[in-house]
């Protein structure tokens, strides 16, 4: 079952939304080569402190951190560790969320440490604006695949792959909710969006194969052909003024339309 929620609990995902926006402005500027992944989870997970937010990802299902911290290769889920060191060069997945009122929050982006070749470059453009594509096609009265069809037709049409394995939701009470939202699909398909629907569209896009593989830590998900992969992710509410960005503060409609 789809929960459509009220205004009211809209506007505590938004709260814990413009949190995590927060955060993604301030890692923009901590992430550096030579610090380990584990100094950004501490450093994230004392930022939610201070703004009286809870970890969405800490002990969900066990997993150890605040960060979802994913280097290069590594798709989603990888373990914040004090001895991975982030270096000039990498790409590097952060998956955020937070809990504030009892309400979930999601968001994802994939930030270039210093140079990157410009190919890399434009994988990390291509799944970005596939997001945003994806965005604007929330709206009542569009069916769920019309959000899943945005990201493939953008991603292949760049000569890019579609992850399978993992795939957006629902989000509110919990971080996972009904409906499951595939990066991939025939449009026209599925159920109808509708006003107070909040959902969490995640593409995964690769240079190579959309194959994964999990490490033998059970969580890290990485490309099966060792090629670089990036994650860009908004927590989205349909309203009947179009889609809202709730992680985001500065979100131009104008950019949806
Ligand atoms: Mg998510």
Redesign the pocket.
Known sequence: MIVLKSAREIDCIRRGGHILAEVMDLLREFVRPGMSTLEIDEEVESFLARCGATPAFKGYRGFPATVCISINDEVVHGIPSAHRWIKEGDIVGL?L?CIVNGYYA?C?FTLPVGEVPSSVQRLLDVTRESLELAIGECRSGRRLSDVSHAVQAHVEAHGFSVVRAFV??G?GRA??EEPQVPNFGEPGRGPQLRSGMVL?I?PMVTMGSWEVRILDDGWTAVTRDGSLAAHF?HTIAVTEGGPEVLTSKNWQSARVA
């Open positions: 998956d969320g999601d994802a957006g939701h989000i971080l996972h969490a995640e992710e």
